[in-house]
């Protein structure tokens, strides 16, 4: 194949970027409109005369459903080399001015892959700075992730997890927040298992769902309560044909805790 022949994933993403930029364009005057009729009806006056609640609660409605939101940077004072790229995530390492052949220990840090950007962990990693060599999973945005990529289930989420450790060898601490702990638990106890050379010398899990039986949620209730059919019905969704990851089923995180407070 000749070298200056494009990378037809590389024109598709283009082409799908372009689309979103078009959609985030189009949805600006609504999102304005909604911000607009909030500042001016949201207060003690206005909220008084018949239909107004109503409204206001509409406007807020619409301005969330046509928020554009974007990736914040993380805006450390350390330089941020990609070392492992896959097709949900690439593995991110920080190196800071002036450390750059200091030996300090390795520290993974898995962030929650559940709507969240990596950014939301940027006090955990500038704490870990000073004393370590710092790695955090980046993790695509699912609306950027096509679906000629494939599933991503939990079977792939413990793989991702497993590569991301091989790459960087035995020896490195796992530091899981949230959402990834239960994947993590399960790629490590794997390696152990086989007793595998990159096992990491530690692993802490904060906030993290080991054991959703003890101190549960409302969210832990209801999965109690409903039968599994229920989540196929009312959580799992078909994404939109406007984004790239069309016809990928996606499970609709954000509506549990609505769905929760339903009789």
């Known amino acids: 194949m000749a070298a200056n022949t ?17 959609y985030d364009l189009a ?20 909220r008084a005369m018949p239909g107004i609640s109503s409204l206001v609660a509409t406007a807020a409605l619409t301005e ?24 949900f995530a690439d593995l991110v390492r920080f190196v800071p001015a ?25 006090g955990t990693v500038e704490g870990f700075l000073a004393t370590h060599d710092v790695y955090i999973t980046d993790w695509t945005d699912a609306r950027m992730s096509p679906v000629w990529l494939g599933r991503f289930d939990l079977d792939d989420y413990i793989d ?43 692993m802490t899990f904060m906030g993290s769902p080991i054991d959703a039986r003890l101190s549960p949620t409302v969210p832990n209730r209801l999965a109690e309560e409903r039968p599994f059919s229920w989540f196929e019905e009312n959580m799992i969704h078909t994404v939109p044909a406007r984004s790239s990851l069309a016809r990928r089923c996606a499970l609709a ?8 407070a339903r009789p």
């Open 27 to 46: 949805k600006m005057p609504f999102n304005m409109a909604a911000q607009l009729t909030q500042a001016t009806l949201d207060n003690d006056l206005a």
């Open 64 to 87: 969330r459903l046509t928020r554009s939101f974007s990736k914040q940077g993380f805006d450390l004072d350390a330089r941020m080399e990609t070392i492992l790229s896959k097709p």
């Open 160 to 202: 991702h997890v497993r590569k991301m450790l091989t790459h960087l060898g035995g020896g490195a601490h796992v530091l899981a927040v949230c959402q990834p702990g239960p994947p993590v638990l399960a790629a490590i106890s794997m390696m152990a298992e086989e007793e595998d050379a990159a096992l990491p010398a530690t």
């Open 98 to 122: 002036g450390a750059e052949n200091v030996a300090r220990p390795p520290v993974l840090l898995f962030a929650p892959m559940s709507g969240h950007y990596a950014t939301l962990l940027r």
């Open 253 to 260: 995180t954000s509506r549990v805790q609505t769905a929760a």
């Open 6 to 22: 494009l990378d037809m994933h590389q024109v598709s993403f283009a082409a799908f970027h372009a689309a979103q930029t078009m």
